[in-house]
């Protein structure tokens, strides 16, 4: 019987606490797009370094994220925003 080759797991892959919701799938196999490792504060940050729209509005203290007290500060997009909850989650 011939070995059959896996896919080698990454520490993250590993770590990882489960799916991530549909949307962001394409980004689950590079951490780093959502999370930096050595500086937890920059989560915010990274989330709308692609939610620009989102980034926008904090900035110009304007719309619904906007408006919201804290907004743009660290970990404010994770207290409503949950992740890894399975491909079909409502993550909001």
Same mark, same amino acid.
């Given at each position: 019987?011939?070995? !059959?080759?896996?896919?080698? #797991?990454? !520490?993250?892959s590993?770590?990882?606490?489960?799916? !991530?919701?549909?949307? =962001?799938?394409?980004?689950?196999?590079?951490?780093?797009? $959502?999370h930096?490792?050595?500086?937890?504060?920059?989560?915010?940050?990274?989330?709308?370094? $692609?939610?620009?729209?989102?980034?926008?509005?904090?900035?110009?203290?304007? &719309?619904?994220?906007?408006?919201?007290p804290?907004? &743009?500060? #660290?970990?404010?997009?994770?207290?409503?925003?949950?992740? =890894?909850?399975g491909? #079909?989650?409502?993550?909001?």
């Amino acid at each position: 019987m011939a070995a !059959v080759a896996a896919p080698a #797991a990454n !520490v993250e892959s590993l770590l990882m606490p489960g799916p !991530v919701a549909a949307k =962001h799938a394409k980004y689950e196999n590079d951490c780093s797009s $959502c999370h930096d490792r050595a500086n937890r504060e920059r989560q915010s940050e990274l989330c709308m370094s $692609c939610h620009k729209e989102v980034a926008a509005d904090v900035q110009q203290r304007s &719309g619904f994220h906007g408006r919201m007290p804290n907004a &743009g500060t #660290a970990g404010q997009c994770q207290a409503c925003h949950s992740e =890894h909850q399975g491909r #079909a989650a409502d993550i909001v």
